[in-house]
T-cell receptor, first 111, second 112 residues
Framework: QKEVEQNSGPLSVPEGAIASLNCTYSDRGSQSFFWYRQYSGKSPELIMFIYSNGDKEDGRFTAQLNKASQYVSLLIRDSQPSDSATYLCAVNWYGAQKLVFGQGTRLTINP | DAGITQSPRHKVTETGTPVTLRCHQTENHRYMYWYRQDPGHGLRLIHYSYGVKDTDKGEVSDGYSVSRSKTEDFLLTLESATSSQTSVYFC???????????FGPGTRLLVL
């Protein structure tokens, strides 16, 4: 059974601080990894994906991948109240043609 | 928004009735997906399609069927709705590199 696990939170971070979200996955045949943001009552929207070990930066967001340890993380710098949402991690395995999602971490940024 | 629409956006129905949800895309993507989202369970794959008339089951397919007779439309049918199928249903398409998926706006279904 391929699994993707996230701490459901809630994770509370003060405005302007760095929010760190983590995701672990159970299988070493993974190919690519995705972070989605979902506001309450809305659909998930893609933040970024990563497929190579190391860091990938996009604006205030940095994804970090460590395949040996089977985890992927998302850092949000200079957190804003508008970053308050649920963040979903998803993993694609080779040949699977589909993503497996974690349960999501609810993040609250406190002004 | 990747050109994805879902209809209806909200529906209330009674136990035992059939229900069909529609996902429509305008960009000719080959892969389409149906998910349900429930508190505590995250997004779970119901069925997906990799082409016209080509579909496969996901992890929670019992009680659901799908059809895809045209590239742009992917239909999800609840053959006899039950209260356990009360959920938010999302359609997604796969586009670009690395199997990236983009989601439609969702359908809220309440089965009484």
């Amino acid at each position: 059974q391929k699994e993707v696990e996230q701490n459901s939170g809630p994770l509370s971070v003060p405005e302007g601080a760095i929010a760190s979200l983590n995701c672990t996955y159970s299988d070493r045949g993974s190919q690519s990894f995705f972070w989605y943001r979902q506001y309450s009552g809305k659909s998930p929207e893609l933040i970024m994906f990563i497929y190579s070990n190391g860091d990938k930066e996009d604006g205030r967001f940095t994804a970090q991948l460590n395949k040996a340890s089977q985890y992927v993380s998302l850092l949000i710098r200079d957190s804003q109240p508008s970053d308050s949402a649920t963040y979903l991690c998803a993993v694609n395995w080779y040949g699977a043609q589909k993503l497996v999602f974690g349960q999501g971490t609810r993040l609250t940024i406190n002004p | 928004d990747a050109g994805i629409t879902q209809s209806p956006r909200h529906k209330v129905t009674e136990t035992g009735t059939p229900v069909t949800l529609r996902c429509h895309q305008t960009e000719n993507h080959r892969y389409m997906y149906w998910y349900r989202q429930d508190p505590g369970h995250g997004l779970r794959l119901i069925h997906y399609s990799y082409g016209v008339k080509d579909t496969d089951k996901g992890e929670v397919s019992d009680g659901y069927s799908v059809s895809r007779s045209k590239t742009e439309d992917f239909l999800l049918t609840l053959e006899s709705a039950t209260s356990s199928q009360t959920s938010v249903y999302f359609c997604a398409i796969r586009a670009g590199d690395q199997e990236t998926q983009y989601f439609g706006p969702g359908t809220r279904l309440l089965v009484l």
